[in-house]
């Protein structure tokens, strides 16, 4: 018999064979996935209506958990407790929808009572369990088998080694659909728009641009001059307009060279000698990110924001972009 202290010094030991067990678990996963897994996904494919993911006790957590990754990710879905369904929450249900039911032993009696009102209305049900003889695998049009050799609990009995893979194998079901869209970040983005990765995506040149106090130099103006107002304007360059339209842009690695160049004659130039006369430029409804790629593509760590008409409206800078 082992003291307390000699347990507590094997916490970690426990934890590692906890982890090597259920990895290993999720490995062997890999050898259930079979035509169900692909009638099921093209069942959710096809699905009309919602996702209707419902579970008891532990497979209700992990049937939540897998109702918020379809949702996120494309598939209209939500959870329903079976035991809610007898006090109005069967309301939501349509012949449009499909069920997906989790249940490791697949006999659980809250889950079974609800089936039969699901089948009464003529709504696909996808069971996945454990045990491939239950009576949910039975009454299932798809049923993915989601078996463990032995749960990670050292008495073998707390869900453990069975949620994980049941987790695990909700989120093989999410991707696989993602795959079949062919679900995009921008689409992710529309389902998470006040998630950091939804705002990167969603915010355009309009939400981030300076607007005030540009660095607004004319062509005509000596490079002396211009170092100033570059300097000024805190974004390390200075913009050229004709009629409000962009004409070119200098940077202070433009003047830096040109110093290098001309030396004693740098201070006889004009900013016309050495801009840019066809800077990166984008539309006010450009997104961060594709700026970001720009600036990348090319090297470049400022773009300009113009109208159709060539019209500057803003800048946006490397800055700016990190949101």
Same mark, same amino acid.
């Given at each position: 018999?082992? +003291?307390?202290?000699?347990?507590?010094?094997?916490?970690? @030991?426990?934890? #590692?064979?906890?982890?090597?067990?259920?990895?290993?678990?999720?490995?062997?996963?890999?050898?259930?996935?079979?035509?169900?897994?692909?009638?099921?996904?093209?069942?959710?494919?096809?699905?009309?209506?919602?996702?209707?993911?419902?579970?008891?006790?532990?497979?209700?957590?992990?049937?939540?958990?897998?109702?918020?990754? !379809?949702?996120?990710?494309?598939t209209p879905s939500f959870f329903i407790?079976?035991?809610? &369904?007898?006090?109005?929450?069967?309301?939501?249900?349509?012949?449009?929808?499909?069920?997906?039911?989790?249940?490791?032993?697949?006999? @659980?009696?809250?889950?079974?009572?609800?089936? =039969?009102?699901?089948?009464?209305?003529?709504?696909?049900?996808? #069971?996945?369990?454990?045990?491939?003889?239950?009576?949910?695998?039975?009454?299932?049009?798809?049923?993915?088998?989601?078996?463990?050799?032995?749960?990670?609990?050292?008495?073998?009995?707390?869900?453990?080694?069975?949620?994980? /893979?049941?987790?695990?194998?909700?989120?093989?079901?999410?991707?696989?659909?993602?795959?079949?869209?062919?679900? $995009?970040? %921008?689409?992710?983005?529309?389902?998470?728009?006040?998630?950091?990765?939804?705002?990167?995506?969603? +915010? @355009?040149?309009?939400?981030?641009?300076?607007?005030?106090?540009?660095?607004?130099? =004319?062509?005509?103006?000596?490079?002396?001059?211009?170092?100033?107002?570059?300097? $000024?304007?805190?974004?390390?360059?200075?913009?050229?307009?004709?009629?409000?339209?962009?004409?070119?842009?200098?940077?202070?690695?433009?003047?830096?060279? /040109?110093?290098?160049?001309?030396?004693?004659?740098?201070?006889?130039?004009? &900013?016309?000698?050495?801009?840019?006369?066809?800077?990166?430029?984008?539309?006010?409804?450009?997104?961060?990110?594709?700026?970001?790629?720009?600036?990348? %593509?090319?090297? &470049?760590?400022?773009? !300009?924001?113009?109208?159709?008409?060539?019209?500057?409206?803003?800048?946006?800078?490397?800055?700016?972009?990190?949101?």
């Amino acid at each position: 018999m082992t +003291t307390i202290t000699e347990r507590l010094a094997q916490a970690r @030991t426990y934890a #590692a064979q906890c982890l090597q067990d259920e990895a290993q678990a999720l490995t062997e996963l890999i050898g259930q996935l079979d035509e169900n897994f692909d009638r099921a996904v093209e069942m959710i494919f096809h699905c009309r209506g919602k996702v209707i993911v419902t579970g008891v006790g532990k497979s209700g957590n992990v049937g939540a958990k897998i109702a918020a990754t !379809l949702s996120s990710t494309g598939t209209p879905s939500f959870f329903i407790n079976p035991l809610d &369904v007898y006090h109005g929450d069967l309301g939501v249900m349509t012949a449009d929808d499909v069920v997906l039911a989790l249940s490791n032993s697949g006999q @659980t009696d809250e889950l079974l009572r609800f089936i =039969p009102i699901v089948l009464h209305m003529h709504v696909p049900i996808i #069971a996945m369990t454990g045990n491939p003889t239950s009576l949910l695998a039975k009454y299932a049009d798809a049923h993915i088998l989601v078996k463990v050799a032995k749960e990670a609990c050292p008495l073998n009995l707390a869900p453990t080694s069975s949620t994980t /893979a049941a987790l695990a194998m909700g989120d093989a079901l999410a991707v696989a659909l993602m795959r079949v869209r062919d679900f $995009k970040p %921008r689409d992710f983005a529309q389902f998470h728009p006040g998630g950091e990765l939804g705002k990167r995506l969603l +915010t @355009t040149a309009s939400d981030v641009m300076k607007t005030d106090d540009l660095p607004i130099i =004319p062509q005509d103006m000596h490079l002396g001059e211009a170092i100033i107002h570059v300097s $000024k304007g805190k974004l390390g360059l200075g913009v050229s307009l004709t009629d409000g339209r962009v004409a070119g842009l200098i940077t202070d690695g433009d003047i830096r060279r /040109a110093m290098e160049r001309w030396q004693s004659e740098f201070f006889d130039k004009t &900013v016309s000698d050495i801009m840019t006369t066809h800077p990166k430029c984008v539309s006010p409804d450009t997104k961060v990110t594709e700026i970001q790629r720009i600036m990348n %593509r090319h090297k &470049v760590h400022t773009v !300009l924001v113009v109208d159709q008409q060539g019209h500057l409206l803003g800048i946006v800078d490397h800055y700016r972009c990190m949101i």
